[in-house]
């Protein structure tokens, strides 16, 4: 199914009943979640103790964000002392201009970008191609993603949805020809495609995995090497961060390091891990002339201070999407274009606002499940059930108001919580205590859509107990 069956003008609901009504798409996820999942438990069995470093990358990042602005005036000082130029956008549209002004004062008509869920966050692509600059993904699973005209599902894994057949189907409308379905031949066709624009680029664009405020250095981390080619091959380098991202130091970056592979891969330790500081110096061959450092905040300063702002202890490992039961069921697009599982149902209220995105704090069983894969321990069930508090309270119309209002006084005293029991009694007795099945009439026969009203029982608990 092309991504693009998802309108995301519509509900949550909509959305959500358009994966429902695919079988191959929700097989694929869970198949690819299954398997993640496993990597992550096995990889964790490999430490002393595993909890004990779950409760320091936890301390680290909570401390990080207790002290951002402290940690993000050492990373910018630090990054232009190495010849670097730093940028805070205050939002999407100050990022993204700054971004295609680089590009534009670059002669760029060519941007390869590695992957970044910022540059998504901020539709970086879309902008580009309006000031008719190319922006080529060059993660694979992007790059398919791209081709095919879609959205990453997976903040780890892009293009977890798509089927080998699906992925050879967009290659081969790329090539011009059919390609084989052989995973290794339509490997190296990207590949050539891709050597291609990293020769040719005069801009690299790649995310920030995490920053090291004492050094002014960014570490991306990758399994193809593509951010290495993005951020050395073009003279240009452009590399964007949300502000959150920042550690304080070398030490606590790699008990962040170690927790961020294994559970988003299942590996002690990724393939690539880069780590930049500016431009290339004086003497070396290779890296670009000019770096910049784009540190987004898009909503995240609202959530320092708050209730949530454990949601920005996150380091985007996306575990918690692989044991999520309604991720497994769903993917990625039933939520958002960018964030998606239970991370993104409790950022996305956060960033756009609980009118926009609010409803999608609803789009979890609060199972707990995230919390226990989270490497950093953000009680995400406890973030979605205030997020749903805050919606309610602000999206409940007056009818809501006025039925709990009216529940609430009616068992608000024993005589009458008593009187309601007695009542209950009664239809028990005259339904033989049999499930109702449906409610009739909505809004309450919305309820019963997906679920069975259980009956009333013969007897209530006080008429058992003699009361
Ligand atoms: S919330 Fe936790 S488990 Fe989910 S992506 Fe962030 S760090 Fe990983």
């Known amino acids: 199914m092309a991504d693009n069956h998802y309108d995301y003008s519509e509900g949550f609901g909509a959305r959500a009943a358009v994966s429902l009504a695919d079988p191959k798409l929700r097989k694929s996820i869970a198949t690819a979640v299954d398997i993640q999942a496993r990597n992550r438990i096995n990889a964790l069995t490999s430490l002393a103790d595993a909890e004990a470093l779950r409760e320091l990358g936890s301390q680290i990042r909570a401390s990080a964000i207790a002290r951002l602005d402290e940690h993000l005036e050492r990373l910018a000082e630090n990054w232009e002392a190495a010849g670097g130029t730093v940028f805070f956008a205050a939002d999407a549209a100050e990022a993204g201009a700054y971004i295609v002004g680089v590009a534009e004062k670059a002669g760029a008509t060519t941007v390869v970008k590695s992957k970044s869920m910022a540059s998504e966050e901020i539709g970086l692509n879309t902008v580009l191609g309006e000031a008719g600059i190319e922006a080529v993904e060059t993660d694979l699973g992007e790059y398919i993603v791209q081709q095919g005209g879609g959205h990453p599902s997976h903040i780890v894994a892009p293009a977890i949805h798509k089927s080998k057949e699906d992925v050879a189907g967009i290659l ?25 624009k990293f020769l040719t680029a005069e801009v690299g664009v790649s995310g920030v995995n995490h920053a090291v405020a004492e050094s002014g ?9 593509n951010a290495r080619m993005c ?7 452009v590399a964007i961060m949300g502000m959150e991202r920042v550690v304080g130091t070398w030490d606590e970056l790699a008990v962040i390091l170690s927790l961020l592979a294994r559970s988003a891969t299942g590996q002690k330790l990724s393939q690539y891990t880069s780590l930049i500081n500016g431009p290339k110096r004086a003497g070396e061959i290779d890296g670009p002339t000019e770096s910049h450092l784009v540190i987004l905040d898009n909503g995240r300063s609202n959530i320092l201070g708050t209730r949530y702002q454990a949601a920005l202890h996150c380091i985007r490992c996306g575990a918690c999407l692989n044991v ?31 009118a926009e995105a609010g ?16 490497p950093v321990k953000i009680p995400l069930h406890d973030l979605l ?11 409940a119309g ?3 108001h006025a039925a709990y209002s009216a529940w609430s006084h009616a068992w608000a005293t024993p005589g009458r919580f008593k009187a309601f029991g007695r009542i209950g009694g009664l239809l028990g007795r005259a339904t033989g205590g049999r499930s109702l099945g449906r409610l009739p009439l909505p809004p309450l026969s919305r309820w019963t859509r997906g679920r069975t009203l259980p009956g009333f029982p013969r007897a209530t608990f006080r008429d058992k107990r003699g009361r």
Not at 359 to 369: F, P
Not at 385 to 395: I, K, M, S, T
Request: glycine share 10%; proline share 7%; aromatic share 6%.
């Open 217 to 225: 250095a960014i570490c991306i981390v990758t399994n193809e090497g």
């Open 359 to 374: 409803e999608l704090a609803h789009a979890s069983t609060l199972c707990g499940a995230c919390y226990e894969a989270c």
């Open 324 to 354: 999520c039961p309604v991720y497994r069921q769903l993917g990625g697009h039933a939520y958002d274009p960018v964030y998606s599982g239970p991370i993104g149902a409790v950022l996305l209220p956060l960033i756009k606002g609980t």
């Open 172 to 196: 081969s409308a790329v090539a011009g020809k059919e390609l084989p379905l052989d995973t290794l031949e339509l490997m190296k066709f990207a590949r050539g495609v891709l050597r291609e």
């Open 231 to 237: 951020t050395s091959m073009p003279p240009v380098h």
């Open 385 to 395: 059930l205030r997020l749903r508090q805050d919606y309610a309270e602000e999206g």
């Open 398 to 400: 007056r009818l809501e």
